[in-house]
Protein backbone atom coordinates (compact mmCIF):
# COMPACT_ATOMS: atom_id res chain seq x y z
CA UNK A 1 0.00 0.00 0.00
CA UNK A 2 1.40 3.42 -0.95
CA UNK A 3 1.90 6.19 1.28
CA UNK A 4 0.33 9.31 1.43
CA UNK A 5 3.84 10.89 1.01
CA UNK A 6 4.30 8.85 -2.50
CA UNK A 7 0.62 9.60 -3.37
CA UNK A 8 1.32 13.50 -2.78
CA UNK A 9 4.85 12.87 -4.71
CA UNK A 10 2.48 11.41 -7.77
CA UNK A 11 -0.38 14.30 -7.41
CA UNK A 12 2.25 16.60 -7.24
CA UNK A 13 4.41 15.54 -10.20
CA UNK A 14 0.94 15.73 -12.29
CA UNK A 15 0.08 19.27 -11.31
CA UNK A 16 3.71 20.71 -12.30
CA UNK A 17 4.17 18.48 -15.80
CA UNK A 18 0.83 20.15 -16.15
CA UNK A 19 -0.44 16.76 -17.07
CA UNK A 20 -3.29 18.60 -14.90
CA UNK A 21 -3.63 21.91 -15.84
CA UNK A 22 -4.45 24.53 -13.50
CA UNK A 23 -8.18 24.85 -13.14
CA UNK A 24 -8.45 21.20 -13.67
CA UNK A 25 -10.60 19.25 -11.45
CA UNK A 26 -8.65 16.36 -9.78
CA UNK A 27 -10.26 12.71 -9.43
CA UNK A 28 -12.45 12.22 -6.59
CA UNK A 29 -10.55 10.58 -3.12
CA UNK A 30 -12.36 7.79 -4.05
CA UNK A 31 -11.50 7.25 -7.46
CA UNK A 32 -7.80 7.89 -6.12
CA UNK A 33 -7.73 5.50 -3.38
CA UNK A 34 -9.06 2.78 -5.88
CA UNK A 35 -5.88 3.93 -8.44
CA UNK A 36 -3.66 3.87 -5.37
CA UNK A 37 -5.00 0.81 -3.96
CA UNK A 38 -5.21 2.59 -0.34
CA UNK A 39 -7.73 4.18 1.89
CA UNK A 40 -9.72 7.34 1.55
CA UNK A 41 -7.91 8.59 4.40
CA UNK A 42 -4.26 8.21 3.12
CA UNK A 43 -5.86 9.84 -0.09
CA UNK A 44 -7.00 12.76 1.62
CA UNK A 45 -3.72 13.71 3.79
CA UNK A 46 -2.18 13.46 0.40
CA UNK A 47 -4.56 16.38 -0.84
CA UNK A 48 -4.42 18.41 2.61
CA UNK A 49 -0.58 18.95 2.05
CA UNK A 50 -0.97 19.83 -1.47
CA UNK A 51 -3.78 22.51 -0.36
CA UNK A 52 -1.54 23.94 2.28
CA UNK A 53 1.10 23.76 0.36
CA UNK A 54 -0.85 25.97 -2.50
CA UNK A 55 -1.48 23.41 -5.27
CA UNK A 56 -4.85 23.10 -5.16
CA UNK A 57 -8.07 24.22 -3.68
CA UNK A 58 -10.48 22.12 -2.00
CA UNK A 59 -14.64 23.24 -1.68
CA UNK A 60 -16.89 20.94 -0.19
CA UNK A 61 -19.39 19.71 -2.84
CA UNK A 62 -17.25 21.09 -5.60
CA UNK A 63 -13.86 19.34 -5.45
CA UNK A 64 -10.74 19.79 -5.16
CA UNK A 65 -9.15 21.74 -9.02
CA UNK A 66 -5.52 22.45 -9.57
CA UNK A 67 -5.20 26.30 -8.62
CA UNK A 68 -3.74 29.31 -11.20
CA UNK A 69 0.30 28.98 -11.34
CA UNK A 70 1.42 32.26 -9.05
CA UNK A 71 4.48 34.13 -10.49
CA UNK A 72 7.98 33.70 -8.43
CA UNK A 73 7.13 33.45 -4.66
CA UNK A 74 9.42 33.90 -2.01
CA UNK A 75 9.93 30.98 -0.45
CA UNK A 76 10.41 31.22 3.31
CA UNK A 77 11.12 27.76 5.25
CA UNK A 78 11.89 27.45 9.06
CA UNK A 79 15.33 27.17 10.00
CA UNK A 80 16.89 24.89 12.51
CA UNK A 81 18.50 27.62 15.00
CA UNK A 82 20.91 25.12 16.12
CA UNK A 83 21.96 24.15 12.23
CA UNK A 84 22.25 28.14 11.20
CA UNK A 85 24.69 28.99 14.38
CA UNK A 86 26.74 25.74 13.54
CA UNK A 87 26.80 26.10 9.87
CA UNK A 88 29.03 29.66 10.71
CA UNK A 89 31.33 27.29 12.49
CA UNK A 90 30.36 28.48 16.04
CA UNK A 91 29.64 26.49 18.91
CA UNK A 92 25.70 25.72 19.53
CA UNK A 93 24.78 26.34 22.96
CA UNK A 94 20.94 26.02 24.29
CA UNK A 95 19.12 27.51 26.97
CA UNK A 96 15.58 26.77 28.76
CA UNK A 97 14.93 30.35 31.01
CA UNK A 98 11.27 29.44 31.51
CA UNK A 99 8.54 27.03 31.27
CA UNK A 100 4.65 26.73 32.06
CA UNK A 101 1.23 26.09 31.20
CA UNK A 102 -0.85 29.45 31.33
CA UNK A 103 -3.57 31.11 29.94
CA UNK A 104 -1.76 33.27 26.99
CA UNK A 105 -2.49 36.32 26.71
CA UNK A 106 -5.02 37.87 24.03
CA UNK A 107 -3.09 38.30 21.15
CA UNK A 108 -1.59 34.58 21.32
CA UNK A 109 -4.78 33.05 22.23
CA UNK A 110 -6.25 34.65 18.96
CA UNK A 111 -3.04 33.26 17.07
CA UNK A 112 -3.18 29.92 18.33
CA UNK A 113 -7.64 30.20 17.98
CA UNK A 114 -7.91 29.12 21.70
CA UNK A 115 -11.12 29.95 23.90
CA UNK A 116 -10.40 31.98 26.84
CA UNK A 117 -10.12 29.68 29.14
CA UNK A 118 -7.82 27.34 27.46
CA UNK A 119 -4.73 26.70 28.59
CA UNK A 120 -0.77 26.39 26.22
CA UNK A 121 2.43 25.98 26.81
CA UNK A 122 4.76 29.19 27.08
CA UNK A 123 8.48 28.56 26.84
CA UNK A 124 11.40 31.17 26.57
CA UNK A 125 15.13 29.89 25.46
CA UNK A 126 18.29 31.76 24.75
CA UNK A 127 19.89 30.69 21.72
CA UNK A 128 24.11 30.72 21.42
CA UNK A 129 26.86 30.66 19.18
CA UNK A 130 30.37 30.70 20.38
CA UNK A 131 28.92 31.74 24.08
CA UNK A 132 27.30 35.48 22.60
CA UNK A 133 23.21 34.94 22.29
CA UNK A 134 22.12 34.79 18.80
CA UNK A 135 18.36 34.75 19.26
CA UNK A 136 15.76 34.68 22.36
CA UNK A 137 12.89 32.66 21.72
CA UNK A 138 9.57 33.55 23.33
CA UNK A 139 6.85 31.09 22.27
CA UNK A 140 3.07 29.88 22.79
CA UNK A 141 2.82 25.88 22.07
CA UNK A 142 -1.11 24.76 21.24
CA UNK A 143 -1.42 22.02 23.68
CA UNK A 144 -4.66 20.59 21.98
CA UNK A 145 -2.53 20.52 19.13
CA UNK A 146 0.33 18.97 20.82
CA UNK A 147 -0.54 17.03 23.56
CA UNK A 148 2.58 15.80 23.89
CA UNK A 149 4.28 19.30 24.19
CA UNK A 150 3.27 19.12 28.31
CA UNK A 151 5.68 16.03 28.73
CA UNK A 152 8.32 16.88 27.43
CA UNK A 153 10.82 19.54 29.83
CA UNK A 154 12.21 21.21 27.22
CA UNK A 155 15.70 21.59 29.10
CA UNK A 156 17.89 19.50 26.39
CA UNK A 157 16.35 20.50 23.25
CA UNK A 158 14.81 23.67 21.85
CA UNK A 159 11.09 24.39 20.98
CA UNK A 160 12.36 24.81 17.41
CA UNK A 161 13.94 21.75 16.61
CA UNK A 162 11.18 19.90 18.56
CA UNK A 163 8.66 21.11 16.88
CA UNK A 164 9.90 20.61 13.29
CA UNK A 165 10.77 16.83 14.24
CA UNK A 166 6.83 16.17 14.98
CA UNK A 167 5.63 19.06 12.55
CA UNK A 168 7.79 18.99 9.47
CA UNK A 169 5.42 21.02 7.01
CA UNK A 170 2.93 23.41 8.65
CA UNK A 171 1.44 26.15 6.95
CA UNK A 172 3.67 29.44 8.20
CA UNK A 173 2.95 32.97 8.41
CA UNK A 174 5.48 35.68 9.25
CA UNK A 175 5.62 39.35 10.20
CA UNK A 176 9.08 40.66 10.10
CA UNK A 177 9.93 44.17 11.96
CA UNK A 178 13.12 46.31 13.15
CA UNK A 179 12.43 47.16 16.80
CA UNK A 180 13.65 48.73 19.81
CA UNK A 181 14.96 46.44 22.63
CA UNK A 182 13.30 45.70 25.80
CA UNK A 183 15.29 46.09 28.75
CA UNK A 184 15.01 42.04 29.29
CA UNK A 185 15.80 41.90 25.60
CA UNK A 186 19.04 44.25 26.24
CA UNK A 187 19.61 42.26 29.17
CA UNK A 188 20.03 39.24 27.61
CA UNK A 189 21.04 39.55 24.23
CA UNK A 190 23.60 41.80 25.67
CA UNK A 191 23.07 44.23 23.46
CA UNK A 192 24.28 47.98 23.76
CA UNK A 193 22.63 51.08 24.42
CA UNK A 194 20.10 51.67 21.76
CA UNK A 195 21.36 49.11 19.67
CA UNK A 196 18.00 48.00 17.66
CA UNK A 197 16.78 44.56 17.22
CA UNK A 198 15.58 42.69 14.23
CA UNK A 199 12.05 40.35 15.33
CA UNK A 200 10.41 37.45 13.43
CA UNK A 201 6.89 36.53 14.48
CA UNK A 202 5.78 33.34 13.48
CA UNK A 203 2.48 31.82 13.32
CA UNK A 204 2.29 27.87 12.11
CA UNK A 205 -0.76 25.46 11.80
CA UNK A 206 -2.36 22.45 10.15
CA UNK A 207 -5.09 22.23 8.91
CA UNK A 208 -6.78 25.28 10.24
CA UNK A 209 -5.24 24.65 13.80
CA UNK A 210 -2.43 26.58 15.33
CA UNK A 211 0.38 24.41 16.52
CA UNK A 212 2.26 27.67 17.74
CA UNK A 213 2.84 31.40 17.93
CA UNK A 214 6.57 32.31 18.58
CA UNK A 215 8.27 35.83 18.63
CA UNK A 216 12.12 35.70 17.87
CA UNK A 217 14.21 38.63 18.55
CA UNK A 218 18.18 38.94 17.20
CA UNK A 219 20.97 41.48 17.68
CA UNK A 220 20.35 44.04 14.54
CA UNK A 221 24.22 43.36 14.53
CA UNK A 222 24.65 40.02 14.34
CA UNK A 223 21.52 38.39 12.21
CA UNK A 224 20.86 38.43 8.57
CA UNK A 225 18.16 36.33 6.48
CA UNK A 226 17.75 34.93 3.16
CA UNK A 227 15.01 34.18 0.65
CA UNK A 228 15.30 32.37 -2.51
CA UNK A 229 12.59 32.36 -5.74
CA UNK A 230 10.60 29.19 -6.49
CA UNK A 231 7.76 27.89 -8.43
CA UNK A 232 7.43 25.00 -6.46
CA UNK A 233 6.66 24.11 -2.52
CA UNK A 234 9.21 22.79 -0.79
CA UNK A 235 8.83 19.17 0.99
CA UNK A 236 11.03 16.84 2.13
Known amino acids: MRSYKEIRGILQ ?8 QPGDLLPSEQA ?35 VQPKSHPA ?13 KGQAYKYL ?7 LPPEDARIQLGLNQNEKALFLKSLHYGDG ?3 QLDVRWI ?7 AAEESFADIGPNEWLLQRVPHPSIEHVFRADKATAEEQRLLQ ?35 ATRSSDEPIFS
Open 191 to 225: LEDCEPVFTIERRTWISGQGITYVRLVHPGSRYHM
Open 96 to 102: LLERLEA
Open 142 to 148: NLSALPE
Open 132 to 134: IPQ
Open 13 to 20: ERITSLQW
Open 32 to 66: LSEEFGCTRATVNRAMRELADAGLVERRRKAGTRV
Open 75 to 87: TITIPVIRQEIEN
